[in-house]
């Protein structure tokens, strides 16, 4: 009987031993599969990351690829911007001759301007139109007001200086006087007392 109970104690060891051996399989397979889960997900967070970053990059070289595109286009504005008051004197030397004896040099100066003016206007040049036009606040600078009845409020009257862009871009807003209501006729329409009278 004893070499039977031995025989028991000694299988129930092997089988506890058994059962730790296995217990122990189970935790190593289970930490194994967690490690494995830890590597899947910091895996897929780099991949996650990766993309942003090439997501990022294209963006950046678009960016950088519109504004490169937009200081080619804009590349001479401060050029053209520098030669307005060059534009400037030609005009006025011109307005100034057109009454004088100097008729071969004032001819020469029209074709010297006319020639430069092409050059710009090729390089996106545009003259703003202000005389006769609506007053436009993004293009126009008021700098004096002129009471007119034959004309609506707020028509350019006179040009004092030309105004200029480079393609789309402002250089320089024209200066120009703008009509207005005479103050009687304005007062008239505003008055109340006036309503009714024949």
Do not use: W
């Not at 004096?144 to 040009?159: C, F």
Request: hydrophobic fraction near 30%.
């Amino acid at each position: 009987m004893e070499e039977k109970e031995k025989k028991m104690h000694e299988e129930e060891k092997t089988k506890t031993a058994d059962k730790q051996e296995e217990t122990k399989k189970k935790k190593k397979t289970a930490k194994k599969d967690e490690e494995i889960a830890s590597l899947q997900e910091e895996v897929e967070s780099l991949k996650d990351r990766l993309l942003r970053n090439q997501a990022e990059l294209a963006n950046f070289k678009r960016r950088m690829n519109e504004e490169r595109i937009k200081d080619l286009k804009y590349a001479n504005a401060e050029l053209a911007k520098s030669l307005l008051p060059v534009i400037d004197s030609f005009r006025l030397a011109l307005e100034k001759e057109k009454g004088g004896k100097g008729k071969g040099h004032l001819k020469g100066f029209e074709m010297i301007l006319r020639d430069f003016l092409k050059a710009l206007e090729e390089a996106g040049l545009e003259e703003i139109e202000a005389e006769g036009e609506t007053f436009d606040p993004a293009v126009h600078q008021a700098i004096a007001k002129e009471e007119r009845n034959d004309l609506e409020e707020g028509i350019v009257t006179e040009e004092f200086q030309k105004g200029y862009k480079f393609k789309d871009r402002l250089l320089r807003a024209a200066m120009v006087k703008v009509s207005e209501r005479p103050k009687k006729d304005a007062e008239e329409e505003t008055d109340p007392t006036h309503e009714g009278e024949c």
